[in-house]
């Protein structure tokens, strides 16, 4: 059996495509985390009331995540620690109709049962007049990044965690549909190219000034970087392979330069849905992890082709599904599960195991304490 190794050091092992003494295993940043119904839940079952602590330190707004406690990782074998990113700019409200809030943007997001969603996004006209005097956030906003060199520097001289810098929310194709709309900006990338030019080099610009910030503060402390973004639905791209070549893809790849610039931390891309037509796209930019592989869409369900094509110049994170296999299978199903994508993406290193998306709260917490024992007890062959 191979020697047990550090979290740092099973990292390293897995993104050079060697084979780790386990999977390295990963929860807690801005998408894969617990939603706060699930985490109480989940605290109640394992009967550990200290662990509520955190209950209301909320990491995602949208998303109503929470920060796991310290203990709660260290039990999951979790081999991540992450940074994230400080809510600046943020606007809530409350009537006696609706409460919600206005993000850095000024998209705004009305609470619904247990998520906000988007429900109006500010520019409206789609002038480049509008574009010009719109209010964009500060990207030196000194909040933004409060005490992170201290919190980053502490993980890295103090344990052998691997240190994460969390995505600063959203991403330059999300931020687009999040201000103009998605029907609007769908049909600006097709009849609008200049302002649709105009608007993506904008918030480009917005999020390089954003990183060299962040990276100033954390580039040497840090191994990975993550990159939040939505490129697919359930069951194809979000736009044609070309227009996204033509239009997108320029500006990630600016995006990803800017960041290996400042750092020599691993770039990991999140992106939802169908999007096998373009991974290939994203080894082209710089992308060396792609996160979450959500294997119940439309040409990520073979784990093993997904490997054979791309596992010798990528990396893989995720994999575990939180649409069907998470709330409906049983635990042993859940067991078959986990060992079937490390068995495909896991050989000779190259995956990070993780939750394709958010722990719901409709997910037994069985499972959940499965799926984390189960990776934690897979160890490599010699």
């Known amino acids: 059996m191979t020697a047990q190794m550090k979290p740092r050091e099973r990292f390293f092992a897995a993104m050079n495509h060697q084979q780790p003494d386990r999977v390295p295993i990963d929860m807690g940043k801005q998408v894969g985390s617990l939603h706060k119904f699930e985490y109480q839940k989940l605290y109640e079952h394992l009967g550990e009331p200290a662990w509520m602590k955190n209950h209301d330190t909320i990491l995602d707004m949208m998303g109503q ?47 619904m049962e247990d998520y906000y969603a988007m429900v109006d996004t500010p520019l409206k006209q789609g002038t480049m007049k509008e574009l010009e005097n719109h209010p964009w956030p500060d990207p030196d906003h000194p909040d933004m990044f409060k005490g992170f060199r201290e919190r980053a520097k502490d993980l890295y001289e103090n344990t052998d965690y691997v240190v994460g810098a969390d995505g600063i929310k959203g991403g330059i194709l999300q931020s687009c549909l999040w201000t103009r709309g998605y029907e609007n900006f769908f049909m600006d990338l097709a009849m609008k190219k200049d302002y649709a030019e105009a608007l993506l080099d904008k918030i480009l610009d917005l999020f390089c000034r954003m990183y060299t910030n962040y990276l100033e503060q954390v580039g040497e402390y840090v191994q990975i970087i993550y990159i939040t973004d939505d490129l697919g639905t359930q069951g194809s791209l979000l736009m044609s392979p070309a227009m996204f070549r033509e239009q997108v893809k320029p500006k990630f790849k600016a995006l990803n330069d800017h960041i290996k610039n400042l750092t020599d931390a691993k770039i990991m891309f999140h992106s939802d849905g169908a ?84 722990l719901s709260y409709d997910i037994p917490v069985e499972n959940i304490i499965r799926m984390f024992d189960t990776a934690q007890n897979i160890y490599s062959q010699s």
């Open 65 to 111: 995540t929470v920060v796991p406690d310290e203990k709660l990782l260290q039990m999951f074998g979790v081999d991540f620690r992450w940074l994230i990113p400080n809510w600046v700019g943020i606007q809530p409200f409350k009537n006696e109709k609706k409460e919600g809030y206005i993000d850095m943007w000024g998209t705004t997001f009305h609470k």
């Open 275 to 358: 999007i096998e037509p373009l991974i290939e796209d994203l080894v082209e930019i710089g992308v060396d992890i792609l996160n979450p592989v959500q294997t119940s869409t439309k040409g990520m369900e073979d784990t093993r082709a997904l490997k054979a094509k791309f596992g010798d110049r990528l990396c893989f994170h995720g994999a575990i599904d939180v649409q069907q296999v998470m709330p409906n299978a049983t635990v042993g199903e859940v067991e078959t599960e986990v060992k079937k994508r490390i068995s495909d993406l896991g050989k000779n290193g190259g995956y990070i195991l993780a939750p394709c998306h958010n």
